[in-house]
Nanobody, 119 residues
Framework: QVQLVESGGGLVQPGGSLRLSCAAS????????MGWYRQAPGKQRELVAA???????NYADSVKGRFTISRDNAKKTVYLSMNSLKPEDTAVYYC?????????????WGQGTQVTVSS
């Protein structure tokens, strides 16, 4: 089992910045990739950014150049630094842990943290 606890969401004006954190606990040795997804009202959950244990990073096109994902393996934490925020970034952001296909329970999710970009 893996537990994920997110923090750092909130209300920010357009052009502002926020930093999300996600701390993992439990069977953390089994985690390969960690990442962030988001879900806006009426829309499907979508990948924002992800980083593998080997340091390979993937970003959604909509956030490239504005968001940065980083991972502290010692602290078992993944961060999402969000700059130049836009109203369309408003969503619930979910932390995700991927243990890879060898595990019957592959994916774990945090409880979500609300990010609202509005003036």
């Amino acid at each position: 089992q893996v537990q994920l606890v997110e923090s750092g969401g909130g209300l920010v004006q357009p052009g502002g910045s926020l930093r999300l954190s996600c701390a993992a606990s439990g069977s953390i040795f089994s985690i390969d990739a960690m990442g962030w997804y988001r879900q806006a009202p009426g829309k499907q959950r979508e990948l924002v950014a992800a980083v593998t244990s080997g340091g390979i990073i993937n970003y959604a096109d909509s956030v490239k150049g504005r968001f940065t994902i980083s991972r502290d393996n010692a602290k078992k934490t993944v961060y999402l630094s969000m700059n130049s925020l836009k109203p369309e970034d408003t969503a619930v952001y979910y932390c995700n842990a991927d243990r890879g296909p060898a595990y019957s329970t592959r994916y774990y999710w945090g409880q979500g943290t609300q990010v609202t970009v509005s003036s």
